[in-house]
């Protein structure tokens, strides 16, 4: 009769636990405390997900000698249909970090992005996706003697609530625990302090007067060279530990259908991968500059409307030459080449 109680008793703490293990918000934890090497900040996580769902399904992966880390979360949308809700992928080969940046960079680099705030190493690309490229001191130099990185791109499903500081939260523990996974011993990244959220780049340009814009990098860089600068209004797009920033000035005023408005985009992108944003077939392009930076290569370019009342090429060539000079002492470099 007491052996009997004891398999009795045993049995129902058994199905108790099992029980348990069922509950979703038990499955919930469970998922993501295992999830993406169990770095995802689980408030961050939630609050990413919509409407206070369940997660369905984590995935991850680690390919050390091919320089990769990869994972993503699933969560149950309104529906009750399985959505991405976030996906991260990391890579310290060149190769493949070339390809990402050259996939992203197309039209000669002048595609849509968002500026990260200072001191954040990356930027937000054409898809919303946060990018971000940090020094490897775990990983040395390459064999041509350049600093080896790792490229950090996460996403954001569409249904995910990613427009929030949840979003910074997540991706760099991210960043964290791929450093952690390929060796590459990078410094730990602090989500901007305050609730901002990572912004779009789809969103229209919110300029300032050029006059008022205080300090900003596009103002120190442009200062007492740009014509009628009391006619121009400038979006400050630089971030000095970012691998791409730009300064976008508009000037005049749109009509009904949207024309009027003329405008100059002085862009910036730093690694070797850039120097094909400013040749073809070998040949620099007009309106161009290079330099070298930490043993890579910095490019520049400027981007302009026609017939721009004052700022013809020449005035156009001694722009892109100041923006460039100031990114140069900025950045440490040398060798600066501009091409008209």
């Known amino acids: 009769m007491r052996r009997w109680v004891k398999v009795a008793v045993a049995a129902l703490a058994v199905l108790g636990i099992g029980g348990w293990i ?14 993406c090497a169990g770095a995802l900040p689980s408030g961050a996580v939630r609050e990413l997900a919509a409407h206070g769902s369940h997660f369905t399904e984590a995935e991850s992966a680690t390919h050390e000698r091919l320089g990769s880390f990869g994972c993503s979360v699933s969560f149950e949308d309104e529906d009750g249909d399985s ?13 493949d970090q070339d390809r990402e940046f050259m996939s992203l960079f197309e039209d000669e680099g002048f595609t849509p992005y968002a500026a990260l705030p200072d001191g954040l190493p990356g930027f937000v690309d054409r898809f919303g996706s946060l990018q971000f490229l940090v020094p490897c001191p775990g990983l040395g130099r390459d064999d041509d003697g350049r600093q080896r990185r790792m490229l950090v791109h996460t996403v954001f499903g569409r249904e995910a609530a990613a427009g929030q500081h949840a979003a910074y939260e997540t991706a760099v523990a991210l960043v964290a625990a791929a450093s952690d996974r390929l060796g590459c011993g990078a410094e730990r990244l602090d989500a901007p302090e305050g609730d901002a959220a990572p912004p779009d780049p789809e969103d229209d340009l919110r300029t300032v007067p050029f006059t008022r814009a205080g300090d900003s990098a596009c103002v120190r860089a442009l200062k007492g060279v740009l014509p009628r600068p009391s006619e121009w209004r400038v979006a400050d797009g630089l971030n000095a530990a970012a691998p791409t920033g ?6 005049g005023e749109d009509d009904e259908n949207g024309d009027g408005a003329l405008g100059m985009t002085f862009a910036a992108w730093y690694g070797d991968w850039s120097g094909r944003l400013v040749t073809y077939e070998g040949v620099p392009r007009s309106m161009t500059a290079t330099a070298r930076c930490d043993g890579e290569t910095a490019s520049f370019a400027l981007s302009a409307s026609e017939d721009i009342p004052g700022v013809g090429k020449v005035r156009q060539r001694e722009l892109l030459e100041a923006f460039a000079a100031d990114q140069v002492r900025e950045r440490d470099c040398t060798g600066l080449r501009v091409t008209g």
């Open 246 to 251: 730009r300064c976008e000035l508009v000037t």
């Open 83 to 95: 959505e991405l809700l976030l996906k991260a992928q990391a890579y310290t080969r060149r190769d």
């Open 22 to 35: 069922a509950e979703p918000y038990v499955q919930d934890w469970m998922l993501l405390r295992s999830a």
